[in-house]
């Protein structure tokens, strides 16, 4: 089966980096995605991982090591409304869906 | 807003019923992905449409169904609900469904409430 572990809540303070953590248990890897959702609202790309090491997009990043079946996401200088859940989700060599894990919620504070 | 879209926003219904639930993806996608969103149990895959073929089934119930049309726009029917269906249902579209990654982009959704 699959199984994608993520932490379900993380608090930072507004500037900080914060590191959202995901290990992943598949058959037929083929890479790693990240989704942000606001409260109720749609999923939306952040990045996608296909080879080991760091992507950067601004001030998001995403890490894959695909001999440890970890990834992580990365935000820096955070702001208020990076308050969000943000989901890790498995590509596999099926080419279809995405499993996605169940999610870990953001909170920035002041 | 990603170009997908989803109808109606809202639905609530009795249990035993049966919900069609609709939605467009972006100009040019032809693939069409179904997710369901519930609390315990984050995003789980459905079903999958590749221009008009089903292309992977997913978590989905056998009281569920979907197809895809012509135009490409989709519909997920829902029948004999129960109180466990309630949730908020995803569509996601894509240019194809073959690799290198193609980013799948998500419609608004549509919160079913089953009572």
Redesign the interface.
């Known amino acids: 089966g699959q199984s994608l572990e993520q932490p379900s809540e993380v608090t930072a303070v507004e500037g900080a980096i914060v590191q959202i953590n995901c290990t992943y248990q598949t058959s037929g890897f083929?890479?790693l995605?990240w989704y942000q959702q606001h409260d109720?609202?749609?999923?939306?790309?952040l990045s996608?991982n296909?080879l080991d090491g760091l992507e950067e997009t601004g001030r998001f990043s995403s890490f894959l090591s695909r001999s440890d079946s970890y990834g992580y996401l990365l935000l820096q200088e955070l702001q208020m409304k990076d308050s969000a859940s943000y989901?890790c989700?498995v590509?596999t060599?099926?080419?279809?869906?995405?499993?996605?894990?169940?999610?870990t919620s953001l909170l920035v504070t002041p | 807003d990603?170009g997908?879209t989803q109808t109606p926003k809202h639905l609530i219904t009795a249990t035993g019923q049966r919900v069609t639930l609709r939605c467009s993806p972006r100009s040019g996608d032809l693939s069409v992905?179904w997710?369901q969103q519930s609390l315990d149990?984050?995003?789980?895959?459905l079903i999958?449409y590749y221009n008009g073929e089903e292309?992977?089934k997913?978590n989905i119930l056998e009281r569920f169904s979907a197809q895809q049309f012509p135009d490409l726009h989709s519909e997920l029917n829902l029948s004999s609900l129960e109180l466990g269906d309630s949730a908020?249902y995803?569509c996601?579209s894509s240019v194809s469904?073959?690799?290198?990654?193609n980013?799948?982009?998500?419609?608004?959704?549509t919160?079913l409430t089953v009572l």
């Open positions: 083929y890479g995605s109720g609202g749609a999923p939306t790309f996608y296909g989901f989700a590509n060599d099926s080419g279809y869906a995405l499993n996605f894990g169940k999610g | 990603s997908v992905y997710y149990q984050g995003l789980q895959f999958q292309r992977a997913g908020l995803f996601a469904w073959e690799l290198p990654y980013e799948q982009f998500f419609g608004p959704g919160r």
